[in-house]
């Protein structure tokens, strides 16, 4: 248990769905993470919100689309999704949006139908 | 571009064996940490190093950050069923920047 729950654990979605992935941190930081995670690619970092912020966008396609209400929640709404976006979506939280360790969630795996 | 390389990307041991991976980077960084992956969880943090030179250990786990802070090695001793997952290192380069993650050396220890 690292303080850091993702909803659902498991989504299976066709391509015109919307559904949104949820996670939530009790840790009192002030930094929220979204990554993706495919088989045989590094983790690749989505979005970062600090101070509910965003402050990064690593040039995510806009059918991700990230909400951050407020420091313990962040969320990633999903539209005309593509089956190349099926993998391992994590969120992390950390005390600040530098080089500070990073607490994870134990992610949502997507497929993408 | 700041390039992290960990290796090997696989390895495959049997239980009591030792084991090295390690990780390198193009750039000289200010702090690099070690996260364990077990199937179907996120990553755990395992150790941050900061010092160049520096040598931290964990029970049969033994960290090395490199002098020149480009570099860090992971070696495992007589590793266990329980040691099998991802190892990811990760670093932080400089300023109010992330961290950014290798693509871990995936570990497979049979009994």
């Known amino acids: 248990e690292t303080g850091v729950t993702q909803t659902p654990r498991h989504l299976v979605m066709g391509m015109t769905n919307k559904k949104s992935l949820k996670c939530e941190q009790h840790?009192?930081?002030?930094?929220m993470y979204w990554y993706k995670q495919s088989a045989k690619k590094p983790l690749e970092l989505m979005f970062v919100?600090?101070?509910?912020?965003?402050?990064e966008n690593n040039s995510v396609p806009s059918r991700f689309s990230p909400e951050c209400p407020n420091s313990s929640h962040l969320f990633l709404h999903l539209h005309t999704l593509q089956p190349e976006d099926s993998a391992l979506y994590l969120c992390?939280?950390?005390?600040?949006?530098?080089?500070?360790?990073?607490?994870f969630g134990p992610g949502t795996r997507l497929l993408v139908l | 571009t700041q390039l992290l390389e960990q290796s090997p990307q696989f390895l495959s041991i049997q239980e009591g064996e030792n084991l090295t991976v390690y990780c390198n980077s193009s750039s000289v960084f200010s702090s690099l940490q070690w996260y364990r992956q077990e199937p179907g969880e996120g990553p755990v943090l395992l150790v941050t190093v900061v010092t160049g030179g520096e040598v931290k250990k964990l029970k049969r786990l033994t960290f090395q950050f490199g002098d020149a802070r480009k570099d860090s090695s992971l070696h495992i001793t007589a590793a266990q069923p329980g040691d099998t997952g991802l190892y990811l290192c990760?670093?932080?380069?400089?300023?109010?920047?992330?961290?950014?993650f290798g693509k871990g050396t995936r570990l497979s220890v049979i009994a």
């Open positions: 990760a670093v932080h380069f400089s300023g109010n920047t992330p961290l950014v």
């Open positions: 919100y600090n101070f509910k912020e965003q402050t």
């Open positions: 840790l009192g930081h002030n930094a």
């Open positions: 992390a939280s950390s005390q600040a949006g530098g080089g500070e360790t990073q607490y």
